[in-house]
């Protein structure tokens, strides 16, 4: 079997989704398929452009392969006849983002224009799929609420596991992945105010260079520089693995996220505690408050509170994290069932 994967890449950036499109075409390799990966150059501003970068999706002429399995709007709008959508999420701004006051498209006759048009090439699309899976339960629930198509939960796999093994604890508390605004690491830098004795690692690639500039300022402003290290870069994942293994905890605070988040997996794979908040979606379906993890409120008072807590008591958060250990492992996530799922 001949087996395309298919995704978008916003250039020179990288993040959980880039890290599942590699993972995926490797396990598929593993397993003995004849399988390749493209990524589709992808920019979501301009939203008028939005329309042009549909129709060259639909335009590809695909040959010589049996299946095609999609992960990302718009790549999974390419017509073929067998074709398996593995969806991370819709484009977001032309459903619940938008709903939330936080879309891109524009309030005007224009914007219909693409709405109407995101919405009827998402509905050709995944009439077209064989199968739908999708990377959590709230992407699932989009999916119905908006598009009126059911979809089964397929998640992720934590990638390389073995590098999480866990460790003693150097006493601070990491925040990893993708800096931006939606990942609020700043959230993070602003509580340290209310946690004198914590000290934060964020480490991770910045979007851009305002993004890590903002942090840079945004502790220098709040007085905590001697409290925060700032290691913005793209980390090999054996250098992410040692301060994951070294950490107190980890904390993820995404906005509205649709899956546990790779943050999450390593944390509880290594058996650190997660901090999370309130508002950070898929991340919940696992960070239970005092069972897991912490959940504060998305302020800075209530996430320094937090850090505060599991600061004060290493014993505490070493419970916390064993406990996230076991919800990780009671999740039974490998990559030889999700490929046989996804061949299907």
Excluded at 54 to 59: D, G
Excluded at 213 to 237: I, K, W
Excluded at 309 to 323: N, S, V
Aim: proline residues 6%; contains cysteine; glycine residues 8%.
């Amino acid at each position: 079997m001949k087996v395309l994967v298919l995704s978008t890449k916003v250039p020179f950036v990288h993040g959980g989704a880039e890290e599942l499109f590699d993972h995926l075409v490797r396990n598929l390799q593993l397993a003995g398929v004849e399988a390749e990966g493209m990524r589709l150059p992808f920019s979501w501003e301009p939203a008028e452009q939005l329309i042009d970068e549909m129709l060259i999706v639909r335009r590809l002429r695909l040959s010589n392969i049996n299946r095609v399995i999609a992960l990302k709007f718009p790549a999974y709008m390419v017509p073929w006849h067998d074709k398996v959508l593995w969806l991370l999420h819709q484009y977001r701004q032309a459903y619940d983002l938008l709903d939330a006051g936080q879309s891109n498209i524009p309030n005007n006759t224009r914007g219909a224009k693409i709405l109407s048009a995101i919405r009827a090439g998402d509905a050709l699309a995944f009439s077209e799929a064989r199968h739908i899976y999708t990377n959590a339960p709230t992407t699932s629930q989009r999916l119905h609420h908006y598009n009126g198509f059911r979809s089964e939960v397929l998640r992720p796999p934590l990638n390389d596991p073995e590098l999480f093994a866990g460790g003693e604890s150097e006493g601070y508390i990491l925040a990893t992945g993708r800096v931006n605004a939606a990942k609020r690491q700043e959230l993070l830098v602003r509580a340290l105010r209310y946690a004198p004795k914590a000290r934060l690692l964020v480490a991770g690639p910045p979007d851009t260079p305002a993004d890590a500039e903002h942090l840079r300022r945004l502790a220098a402003s709040e007085g905590v520089e001697g409290q925060v290290r700032l290691d913005l870069r793209f980390l090999p994942r054996s250098e992410l693995a040692r301060m994951v293994n070294g950490a107190l905890a980890v904390a993820y605070l995404p906005f509205d996220e649709d899956s546990l988040g790779y943050c999450t997996m390593e944390a509880f794979r290594a058996a650190k505690p997660v901090i999370t908040t309130t508002d950070s979606g898929g991340v919940l379906d696992i960070v239970r408050n005092g069972d897991t993890g912490l959940v504060a409120t998305p302020t800075p008072e209530s996430l320094g509170m937090a850090m505060a807590t599991l600061c004060d008591d290493p014993t505490y958060a070493g419970k916390l994290g064993r406990a996230g250990q076991a919800a990780m492992d009671a999740e039974r996530l490998d990559w030889p069932s999700t490929i046989h799922k996804l061949l299907g």
